[in-house]
């Protein structure tokens, strides 16, 4: 028999005369905690059973039986592993409140994917019976804030942001760079998907230039993000899938330009002027992404826009450079810093054509 049950069992084992400790109780709560020292700290072979009632913490009703001295005890124990809050799961936070507060403080510009995002997450996180997993699709060009979002939900809603191990990147260059290899890529995907979902009650699957995937393989992850109880025994409702990519930059730059000629604010522009058309080119690119149905079967919940930054927006990236840097400057500073960026269109001169991707870089360049 493996040391992951003998220590469990011993306990379990001893007289049931012995009332004054509860023992009935303890052996059930006793069985988890040995079992995730087993699979956490001695890191034994275990696989994860959503079913497995060894492997999910213990319930308010196994703890009635307990005395309070006792659990007061195993309550400091198991918090010194790292593993004690209240949502059962210490690896996950969900800070709403901080997701808002970073959206609105920390992203410059975006006016609608601020709304959207937190809204959709919100939603998401306060709906237990939710009958699909959420999925967004953010758009837009390089440098608007796609991976800078993506990393501030990852950092309000698991305790080690994108390092936690609820939370999965895939660049497609980088971890798919072969056609031939698609199928192969295929049962890679899916397992890894399944194998982070029964390890964590919630996840974050983000895809990175998601118009570079090969066609097919989001097919292959199709049934994870349908409306389906479980797939082959397992439920992925709780997991949250955001899909990043440049299509629709254009078409939204054009929006964003024709508010500008028309005079009015770019704070004006909603949803209702961008997504049905970022749905609609989308569908019309090539690529896996765009081809997956994904589309065909409208299971993305979101087209969240990312507006072209101006020259406003890139002096407020350069001013949280030098605080995060913790350097002081000056608004003649943060202009030389912005008037060194490539603004377009030719005779306009509006946006910028990095966004703000190269600023913590270029601010080298003012440092006395």
């Not at 034994?44 to 059973?49: A, I, S, V, Y």
């Not at 913490?57 to 309550?75: E, K, M, N």
Request: with cysteine; glycine share 6%.
């Amino acid at each position: 028999m493996s040391v992951r049950w003998l220590l469990p069992l011993l306990l379990c084992a001893l007289p049931a005369e012995a009332d004054f400790f509860h023992l009935d109780s303890i052996c059930n709560v006793s069985t988890y905690y040995f079992n995730y020292i087993y699979c956490n700290i001695w890191e034994g072979e275990c696989q994860p059973n959503q079913d497995d009632a060894t492997q999910q913490v213990p319930t308010r009703d196994v703890w009635a039986g307990l005395s309070q001295d006792y659990i007061s005890l195993l309550h400091q124990w198991y918090c010194s592993l790292g593993q004690c809050c209240e949502s059962g799961d210490c690896r996950i936070t969900n800070n709403i409140t901080g997701l808002a507060r970073d959206l609105q403080t920390k992203l410059h510009g975006q006016h609608l994917a601020q709304s959207v995002v937190l809204k959709a997450i919100h939603g998401f996180i306060n709906n237990p019976d939710s009958n699909k997993p959420l999925t967004l699709s953010f758009h837009g060009w390089s440098g608007t804030g796609k991976n800078f979002v993506a990393r501030i939900i990852a950092d309000n809603l698991y305790r080690d942001g994108v390092k936690s191990e609820c939370v999965r990147l895939f660049i497609a260059p980088f971890h798919f760079p072969h056609a031939r290899l698609v199928d192969t890529y295929k049962g890679q995907l899916r397992e890894a998907i399944r194998d982070m979902v029964l390890r964590c009650p919630q996840t974050l699957f983000i895809f990175d230039e998601a118009e570079k995937l090969h066609p097919g393989l989001i097919d292959a992850i199709k049934p994870y993000m349908d409306h389906y109880d479980n797939v082959d025994g397992v439920s992925y409702r709780r997991a949250v899938f955001l899909f990043l990519s440049n299509i629709g930059g254009a078409t939204i730059n054009d929006v964003a330009l024709d508010f500008w000629h028309s005079g009015q604010n770019r704070e004006d522009i909603g949803m209702e002027d961008l997504e049905h058309r970022l749905r609609a080119e989308t569908m019309e690119s090539q690529g896996g992404f765009a081809q997956s149905e994904l589309m065909a079967g409208h299971l993305i919940d979101f087209f969240v826009p990312f507006l072209p930054l101006e020259y406003r927006h890139v002096k407020l990236c350069a001013r949280d450079a030098y605080a995060a840097r913790g350097l002081e400057t000056d608004e003649a500073t943060l202009d030389e810093v912005a008037k060194a960026m490539l603004y377009v269109p030719k005779e306009e001169r509006l946006f910028s054509a990095q966004g703000c991707k190269s600023i913590p870089q270029r601010i080298n360049f003012f440092l006395p």
